[in-house]
């Protein structure tokens, strides 16, 4: 076994959900995943833990097979959060063997079984959670990588010095923490502001997401207003989205557009109320990541770049006495913020053209 795919292990473990010895741990990985779901079994057992091994993670025939059979009605699967109400640990590998899997699955179909499963995720983000990823060849291929490239790149990304990064990162927490107002532009396409006051901004130093490399926090739901241009493209329930764009009013998208798939991004819109309002606003700055993938739990982290979510914002990220923005979905979008950019903080630019103001080159 590639001795990377063990420093992988280790740093989920010890580093990402903290492991103590007795946690019931479950691991949530497609099969293709199997040589990092055997070293973590290893960890797990030196640690005295107690593992089970599941295969919910989408894209996969089963799950295919199931919601094309299904008449889309669904009903919360009481078994399976029975499973995660008793762990401790939740650990989601990604990886396929084709990333296009559930790509001829109807969106309503998918968007009614997300919406089933919702009290599922809310569990399993109680917990002591990680989601990674598997440099399996289908997400090679995905990136328009070679299978070693792309192991080079995801082992680079992930096994690094997360307590470095973490000092790199807090110069813009301290900055985006006691703010009030946040403006993103980006050329003719993307003008949209947004209150974040009195909302934490989190530290994303490879915890919950492996790898990390992200400041983020969530928007005060009814104060988004604008316009926004996704100008990189994200793949949803198994299909490429291009050109997302996105008009805000007091909020709520008024109105959307995509120049491929705008049918899967109007049923992500149209899951719940909340599908139409932002649950999360964040800015890429992990360097190690300097090509897009299309992968969004690697592309968001780019150090060029501002993701947005529609749908759920995460607990953490919502003030005590703030409204949190509740949804059975959580859709990350990207704005390459390179060129023709900047961030603006209660009025004062702190990154321009992907250069924040704490780093060399930055212009005023």
Known sequence: MDPRIREHAEIIANHSVDLEEGDNVIIDAHPVAEDLVVALHEVIGEKGANPVTTSQRTGKRSQRAFLRASDGEFETPEHERALVEHSDVYIAIRASDNVTQTSDVDPEISAAYQQAHRPILNERLSKRWCLTQFPAPANAQLAEMSTEGYENFVWDAVNKDWEAQREHQEHMVEIMDPADEVRIKSGDTTDVTMSV??????????????????????????????????DMPLYHQGREITDVSLEFESGEVVDHSAAKNEEVLTEVLNTDDGARRLGELGIGMNRDIDQFTYNMLFDEKMGDTVHMAVGRAYDDTVGEDNEQNESAVHVDMIVDMSEDSFIEVDGEVVQRDGTFRFEDGFEE
């Open 197 to 230: 006051d009195g909302n934490p901004t989190l530290n994303d130093h490879g915890e919950h997401n492996l790898p990390g490399g992200e400041v983020f926090t969530a928007p005060q739901p009814d104060s988004v207003e604008g316009e926004v241009l996704f």
